[in-house]
């Protein structure tokens, strides 16, 4: 055996089991071993685990339970696939294992087939992990730049960002409303050769279409009403640094062109002035929109979209971001007690379910509102579910579910009085795609926004689960 051959490890204690197992994990590791107890895994860990690929883990053995051996790889930071399988299964025994830090969880009997494609996903699923991990800055304090997050979306995010610093090319971020589109930019800015020079942002969907040319190029005095000296635009005032154009789409098609002469010879020229001067400009620019449905429609150039999308950036929505939202909600509840002179310190469990169900359409923004109005109006060691403001008063729009036991409850539509209770028995009745809808987003939620974990538990594919929820974002549009 050589000391980087990969090997996997089968904890089994039926001989006959154990060898069924042991020649179907042989077509993924170069030497599969065999335990039929806790003590000789561990012996067989202790000296392997640097080649240690999967492991293959029965629950229930002679001398203890098998979740104590995850609890240990997991805590030693082995970045083995483990798939725990017992003939004892239950929706509690799952659970338990995936928190402990199992991959999957298979009952017996199973087929090998089944086997192989479980086993294969998990070793996918370590090996991106450890990919992302590798690949990403370092940001085990669960920060980057301006941003919090751990998920792999956004580690992926921060490596995309580090890359694209490094370079001179402009850089497309999109993202929804109040996902952090300008800490992206910022970000970007800061890692660049130009951290020295200014950063001037600039929403062109806050400034008036006819004030937008100056705002950017700037003026000369007497231009127009009102241009009482001459003035430098946003593009002048970041020579030597970036300029951050948020909400790009919202340029009407005069400036566009404008924009696009700029970017082709990097000279500006002031509104009323017959000469040019020339910029030293890198352009971040952001939007909320599809820019690909905007040039299809008409509404954006398509030659200053391709001048523009050279590196895109993409940031998550927060309600794709697992247990971030926790992380995110604890970083502002530190921050607006300490604001506000109050004693929180944390939220109750109930708080932590109804902030990871929501839907959060308003992203982090929405977010740190809610929390700054519990610390405002609460005070308390612990936030707890019915100090949050109420969430999920847009729930038919938002396709959120609510986490059994949290205490939040429905709430009827603004300026609607609560109706009578129906006599009609039928009126309780709901449309199955709903009832399928409520239970897919629930279990969502419940694990954190783990999708392929929500599938598994609910029993259907994490394929199926992606294409359902693409088909309702879809049809909100």
Not at 158 to 170: E, F, G, K, N, Q
Not at 289 to 302: I, L, S, T, W, Y
Not at 356 to 361: E, K
Not at 435 to 448: K, L, P, Q, S
Request: net charge neutral.
């Amino acid at each position: 055996m050589t000391a980087s051959e990969p090997i996997a490890l089968v904890v089994e204690d039926s001989p006959a089991t154990m060898e069924m197992l042991a020649h179907s994990l042989s077509a993924l590791a170069t030497r599969v071993l065999r335990a039929e107890t806790l003590a000789s895994a561990r012996n067989i860990i202790a000296t392997r685990s640097r080649n240690l690929l999967a492991v293959l883990l029965d629950l229930r053995l002679s001398d203890g339970n098998g979740m104590a051996l995850v609890h240990e790889l997991r805590t030693a930071g082995s970045d083995a696939a483990i798939v725990v399988v017992t003939a004892h299964g239950s929706m509690a025994t799952s659970i338990e294992a995936m928190r402990a830090g199992a991959d999957d969880f298979l009952v017996k009997p199973f087929a090998p087939d089944r086997l192989m494609t479980t086993m294969r996903n998990a070793i996918e699923r370590r090996r991106l992990t450890r990919l992302v991990r590798d690949m990403a800055p370092n940001t085990q304090d669960g920060t980057f730049e301006a941003f919090i997050g751990n998920d792999l979306s956004m580690q992926a995010l921060y490596r995309m960002v580090d890359l694209a610093a490094r370079s001179h090319a402009t850089v497309f971020v999109t993202g929804e409303s109040g996902t952090g589109k300008e800490l992206c930019a910022e970000a970007v800015h800061r890692r660049s050769a130009r951290c020295s020079g200014p950063f001037v942002a600039l929403n062109c969907a806050a400034i008036p279409r006819e004030l937008i040319e100056s705002e950017i190029f700037g003026h000369v005095k007497g231009a127009f009403t009102g241009a009482i000296a001459d003035r430098d635009g946003a593009a002048l005032r970041a020579d030597g640094g970036t300029l951050f154009l948020d909400e790009i789409c919202e340029m009407e098609l005069t400036m566009q062109t404008k924009l696009l002469r700029f970017l082709q010879t990097g000279f500006v020229q002031r509104v009323g002035s017959d000469g040019s001067v020339k910029a030293d400009v890198r352009i971040v620019c952001a939007t909320n929109r599809d820019p690909v449905a905007e040039v299809e429609a008409g509404r954006f150039r398509e030659d200053l979209y391709y001048r523009l999308h050279v590196v895109p950036l993409h940031v998550p929505p927060l309600r794709e971001r697992g247990d971030d939202v926790i992380l995110i909600a604890n970083h502002f509840l530190e921050k607006y007690s300490r604001e506000e002179g109050r004693q929180f310190v944390g939220f109750s469990a109930e708080a932590e379910a109804v902030l990871r169900a929501c839907r959060w359409p308003g992203n982090v923004r929405q977010l740190q509102n809610a929390v700054r109005n519990a610390v405002v109006l609460h005070d308390g060691e612990l936030v707890t579910a019915g100090m949050l403001p109420d969430l999920f008063a847009h729930r038919a729009a938002v396709g959120a579910g609510y986490p059994s036991g949290t205490g939040v409850r429905a709430v009827e539509p603004a300026g609607l009085p609560p109706g009578p209770a129906p006599t009609d028995p039928r009126a309780a009745i709901r449309r199955l795609e709903l009832v399928e809808r409520d239970a897919i987003e629930t279990a969502i939620a419940a694990c954190g926004g783990n999708m392929t974990e929500a599938a598994q538990l609910l029993g259907i594919s994490a394929k199926t689960v992606y294409r359902k929820r693409q088909a309702w974002a879809a049809a909100a549009q």
